[in-house]
Nanobody, 123 residues
């Protein structure tokens, strides 16, 4: 099976930066792409960004376009989410998922999920 673990969350002031990591283990040869979603209390789950291991295709959600960048290091089996110009609205639990095919912004399309990492942006 595939295991996914997120890390890098924390508390940051508005305008600051943070980098999240998503590391996969297990049957990693089955992974085609990984994606990031976030969810705040009482709100709907929201797509953030996704990328295949080759980097094409890749996709970034509208609320974070121009501020967040997704990248990868295949040797480390790690997908990164670089978050710049953070806003209080970015406060949420961020989840990373892995899938055997391209799913983009479709949450049900991912096969394995991590436990999530909390990102809090203070005003």
């Amino acid at each position: 099976q595939v295991h996914v673990v997120e890390s890098g969350g924390g508390l940051v002031q508005a305008g600051g930066s943070l980098r999240l990591s998503c590391t996969a283990s297990g049957r990693t040869s089955d992974i085609y792409a990984m994606g990031w979603f976030r969810q705040a209390p009482g709100k709907e789950r929201e797509f953030v960004a996704a990328s295949s291991w080759s980097g094409t295709p890749s996709l970034t959600g509208d609320p974070v376009t121009g501020r967040f960048t997704i990248s990868r290091d295949s040797a480390k089996m790690t997908m990164y989410l670089q978050m710049n110009s953070l806003k209080p609205e970015d406060t949420a639990i961020y989840y990373c998922g892995a899938g055997a095919q391209w799913s983009g912004s479709s949450y049900p399309g991912y096969d394995s999920w991590g436990q999530g990492t909390q990102v809090t942006v203070s005003s």
